[in-house]
């Protein structure tokens, strides 16, 4: 059974920074394609991924509202996908996601129906 555990949020002030784990079990990440998305208060979660990463080609996407400020990488031995987010700002806020889906390559971008497994999210908070 293919399940997700995300971890990592909290609250931080503007410009801080926080580490998102995403760690999966029943299936290794090499098969499979991992997305974050968010949810922001009083909105719908985003269709898009905001970063996302394929083990098995190495591909990665990120998109503009977090490039530059969010790494997306993996630990294939701890199975485990993290999301670091730096230089935080208050817009961030929102319930973090993390899905799994059969493999695909992740560099042009992420669609939420491309994944078949979500975690349970992780609420992230920026203060201004």
């Known amino acids: 059974e293919v399940q997700l555990q995300a971890s990592g949020g909290g609250l931080v002030q503007a410009g801080g920074s926080l580490r998102l784990s995403c760690a999966a079990s029943g299936f290794t990440l090499d098969d499979y394609s991992i997305g974050w998305f968010r949810q922001a208060p009083g909105k719908e979660r985003e269709d898009l991924a905001i970063?996302?990463?394929?083990?098995?080609?190495?591909?990665?996407y990120y998109a503009d509202s977090v490039k530059g400020r969010f790494t997306i990488s993996d630990d294939k031995a701890k199975n485990t996908v993290y999301l670091q987010m730096n230089s935080l700002k208050p817009e961030d806020t929102a319930a973090y996601y993390c899905?799994?889906?059969?493999?695909?390559?992740?560099?042009?971008?992420?669609?939420?129906?491309?994944?078949?497994?979500w975690g349970q999210g992780t609420l992230v908070t920026v203060s201004s």
């Open positions: 899905a799994a889906g059969p493999y695909f390559s992740s560099g042009y971008g992420c669609h939420a129906r491309r994944y078949s497994s």
């Open positions: 970063s996302c990463i394929s083990s098995g080609d190495g591909s990665t």
